[in-house]
């Protein structure tokens, strides 16, 4: 076997994905970190194995612009944000740096149908540059996106997507919990949803993959999200206090429901679980016990992807695009 140099990566948002990302790689031979990019001031100059809690450092110190750090990198791992309009700019610097992107921004993830304009600003700017730029995770970029997709190799005809997602959030990072609402009033959650700062990020870009990949003829994604509420106190929480959220996409086809999502994603939830049904020929059911764990399972896929991206052609692509991912030993 071929001995090859490790592939260089920056690691641009050291949160707790960034930082899982961190720590995935410290793990593997093939692949090494090289520098940080953070704007907070109080991680200027450290070292990223530090920040990890890895007890040494990796040599890849923290800076806060990318012009200070990208030297030697191949990849840059962004994990900054779920909003496109947040991201954009940082991915553009990037590309135009020289750098491929895999990025765990959701609105990223098939960016195609709702953000056509900066799906087009990336794509034309990656093809420039000779780099590519995707946006993955467990979800989207998984669960109830790609794994209906590999589950539709045996269909001879796929009809119509049901895919319905249980997460218990109080075992989830301390972010997600805020994003879900976890602890307001009724009244507070859904002043968020009308501002855009809760909810599941990413879920029409679900629906929007799964639409254009199996062919499935939608003219039309909604989206709704209700609170889910605590029935009796919990940990930090209060019964009648909003434990998470009931969020769900649908992609309609002159009106009927073709592709249909619903995500439970509360504190305290009851049999959390990943349920997959195809209905067509034949018809194919799934379910995953447990649920896929998603802060783990996030890092992991952005790690096992970076080897699909520096093997596709320039430009923005998608998961379904890409040959899936699977772990290898680094």
């Not at 740096?97 to 990223?108: K, P, Q, R, Y």
């Amino acid at each position: 076997m071929s001995h090859t140099q490790p592939i260089r990566l920056l690691h641009y948002g050291l949160g707790p994905i960034g930082l899982g990302v961190v720590r995935q790689v410290a793990d593997r031979s093939d692949m090494v970190s090289v520098a940080g990019v953070d704007i907070r001031p109080e991680v200027a100059g450290k070292d990223v194995g530090e920040l990890a809690g890895l007890g040494r450092d990796l040599g890849a110190s923290v800076t806060a612009t990318v012009g200070e750090a990208v030297g030697g990198a191949q990849v840059a791992v962004v994990c900054t944000g779920s909003h496109l309009s947040d991201v954009e700019p940082q991915i553009m610097e990037l590309v135009q740096a020289g750098l491929n992107v895999i990025s765990t921004c959701e609105e990223l993830s098939y960016p195609f149908w709702h953000h056509p304009e900066e799906s087009r600003r990336i794509d034309d700017a990656a093809k420039r540059s000779g780099v590519t730029v995707l946006g993955t995770g467990v979800n989207p970029g998984f669960v109830m996106d790609l794994l209906p997709l590999i589950a539709s190799g045996v269909c001879l005809r796929v009809d119509s997507v049901y895919v319905r997602r249980v997460v218990d959030a109080g075992t989830r990072r301390g972010p997600l919990q805020a994003k879900v609402g976890a602890g307001m009033s009724v009244e507070e959650f859904r002043a968020g949803v009308q501002t855009g700062k809760l909810g599941h990020k990413g879920f029409v870009e679900s629906v929007a993959m799964i639409a254009d990949a199996l062919d499935l003829g939608v003219d039309t994604i909604s989206e709704n999200i209700q609170p889910k509420l605590l029935d009796r106190s919990f940990g930090p929480w209060r019964a009648g206090q909003v434990a998470g959220i009931d969020q769900t996409a649908t992609g309609l086809r002159q009106g009927e429901a073709v592709v249909s999502l619903r995500l439970l994603m509360y504190v305290n939830a009851d049999d959390p679980r990943d349920r997959i049904v195809l209905r067509g020929v034949p018809e194919v059911r799934w379910t995953l016990e447990g649920g896929t764990p998603g802060d783990q399972a996030t890092a992991a896929i952005t790690v096992n992807t970076i080897r699909r991206v520096l093997a596709a052609p320039p430009g923005l692509t998608s998961m379904k695009d890409l040959p899936p991912a699977h772990w290898a030993r680094g």
